[in-house]
């Protein structure tokens, strides 16, 4: 089948680097992305990564490996803004040319001083 | 550009009233998207639509829902009747087949059925 898994919530203070972690199951895979979704509001984009390895963004880095089915978010210099959901997706090619993305629940991420 | 333009933002209804959603996609943007998300289920596709054609719609949960794209710039999605499960934030996203596909989300419409 078709899965998912991330941790629903995690803290972490001010500064710091925190990592969030994605594991999937998926029948294909053409891709996966993170997207941020402030309380309220609508996802954003963040990254894609469809080849292995680590993708830097500014304070963002994400990694992916195909081969375990596994992707982290890694940010670092933590600020209170960066207090959110943080959604795991991955486009499952599947059958023909299908567009879909499988979601992940999200990691409510919460920054403290 | 003024990215995915949903109406309307919130809708408070009683069980049995139809309701429409609106979206106004990204210009040049040739996919939509319509998703529904919940705190129990997360972000649901429930269809999209290529070149304003109804590509996947298994995600509609049943025969109350249907949606339309009768241009490349509007979109709706109707509910009727509509049902208190059916409480749920609707979002519609837009992306091009370049660029790898990524959605740009509009603000989404916070449906409440009493």
């Known amino acids: 089948g078709q899965n998912i898994d991330q941790p629903t919530e995690m803290t972490a203070t001010e500064g710091a680097i925190v990592q969030i972690n994605c594991t999937y199951q998926?029948?294909?895979?053409?891709?996966l992305f993170w997207y941020q979704q402030h309380a309220g509001e609508a996802p954003t984009f963040l990254s894609y990564?469809?080849l292995d390895g680590l993708e830097e963004k500014g304070r963002f880095s994400s990694f992916l490996s195909r081969s375990k089915g596994y992707s982290y978010l890694l940010l670092k210099e933590l600020q209170m803004k960066d207090s959110a959901s943080y959604l795991c997706?991955?486009?499952?090619w599947g059958a023909g040319n299908n567009r879909k993305l499988i979601w992940g629940l999200g990691t409510s991420l919460g920054v403290n001083p | 550009d003024a990215g995915v333009i949903q109406s309307p933002r919130h809708e408070v209804t009683e069980m049995g009233q139809e309701v429409t959603l609106r979206c106004k996609p990204i210009s040049g943007h040739d996919y939509l998207f319509w998703y529904r998300q919940t705190m129990m289920r997360g972000l649901e596709l429930l269809i999209y639509?290529?070149?304003?054609?109804?590509?996947?719609d298994s995600g509609m949960p049943e025969d109350r829902f249907s949606a339309k794209m009768p241009n490349a710039s509007f979109s709706t999605l109707k509910i009727q009747p509509s049902e208190p499960r059916d409480s749920a934030v609707y979002f519609c996203?837009?992306?091009?087949?370049?660029?790898?596909?990524?959605?740009?989300f509009g603000a989404g419409s916070r449906l409440t059925v009493l």
């Open positions: 998926t029948s294909g895979f053409n891709g």
């Open positions: 996203a837009s992306s091009s087949i370049s660029g790898a596909n990524v959605l740009t």
């Open positions: 990564n469809v």
């Open positions: 639509f290529n070149n304003n054609v109804p590509i996947d």
């Open positions: 997706a991955v486009r499952d």
